[in-house]
């Protein structure tokens, strides 16, 4: 699989979003494992994660827990794999979200993170999403803390606009380098944040890049967007590869994270690395 860069580390160019196996609707465990597995078969050394990736209230780190074991039960070498986790964004257990950026929060939480995943420190750790009751610069800075005390190898912040990446940038001093935010075919609006990204050399993470999870569950990606469909067809390949090959054709520093439940479905997302697009292509599926 073709590697891109994060920070100092080399990753597979497409990532594993863990999400799906831990929320509503989630998979047995069993065939998690699997798919974790399968991804790390098909040379994912990307994987995704966050504290707040679980169903219920008393379950807080349930994706982070569950790929720990799947790390620890795979029988190989694992070293080269980053695990990327977030802190700030919180579920209660009713289905919704909540936010806390407080700095003595991120950095407990960042350290219950490191603590269930097994790891002496983080590989990547990300603000997961700005809170408006704290000043987006204290929470960066508990991160910039966090990196100074070897707590994380990595930092990165999630749901960032282009003012945030630069405030990021500065608190870190020069160390952001990564940024997560939703983008897809039917999600564009982060065109400016990626464009900044790669202006900057910063790791852009598209979180949903297929387009949510409904979508993807769904088998295609929606009659108005015809022209991932047929650049499959043509391929021969499915409308997820496409549309995976058309988000790294954008930016070198494109690493798309697609959620994943099923061994399948990580295993045709790996493959769209060696789809190559033609210029003609890709400007036909941005226009779409």
Not at 252 to 281: F, N
Request: hydrophobic content about 40%; glycine content about 10%; overall charge negative.
């Amino acid at each position: 699989m073709q590697t891109r860069t994060i920070g100092n580390r080399q990753v597979s160019a497409i990532g594993l979003g863990g999400m799906p196996m831990s929320i509503e609707g989630r998979p047995a465990t069993e065939r998690s494992v699997a798919t974790i597995h399968a991804a790390l078969d098909a040379g994912v050394t990307l994987i995704d994660t966050a504290d707040a990736y679980h169903r219920d209230a008393n379950e807080v780190g349930h994706n982070e827990s569950l790929i720990a074991e799947a790390l620890r039960s795979y029988g190989s070498d694992v070293s080269d794999v980053v695990v990327a986790t977030k802190g700030g964004h919180l579920r209660p257990g009713d289905g919704s979200w909540t936010v806390n950026g407080d700095p003595a929060y991120l950095k407990e939480a960042a350290k219950a993170s490191a603590k269930r995943l097994g790891v002496e420190a983080i590989g990547l750790y990300q603000f997961h999403r700005p809170d408006p009751t704290v000043p987006y610069g204290d929470s960066v800075g508990a991160v910039r803390d966090l990196l100074d005390e070897g707590v994380i190898r990595m930092a990165g912040i999630s749901n960032a606009n282009p003012d945030q990446i630069r405030e990021a940038q500065s608190i870190l001093g020069g160390r952001l380098v990564s940024v997560q935010n939703q983008f897809s075919p039917r999600f564009r609006s982060s065109l400016p944040e990626l464009e900044l990204c790669a202006e900057l050399g910063i790791a852009f993470l598209p979180w949903s890049p297929l387009g949510g999870i409904s979508l993807a569950r769904s088998g295609e990606l929606g009659a108005e967007y015809a022209p991932f469909l047929e650049v499959a067809q043509e391929h021969e390949v499915s409308p997820f590869q496409v549309t995976l090959a058309w988000e790294l054709a954008l930016a070198p520093v494109v690493i798309p994270i697609p959620g994943a439940s099923r061994p399948e479905s990580i295993e045709d997302s790996s493959q769209a690395t060696e789809l190559v697009l033609t210029p003609e292509e890709v400007a036909r599926l941005s226009a779409a």
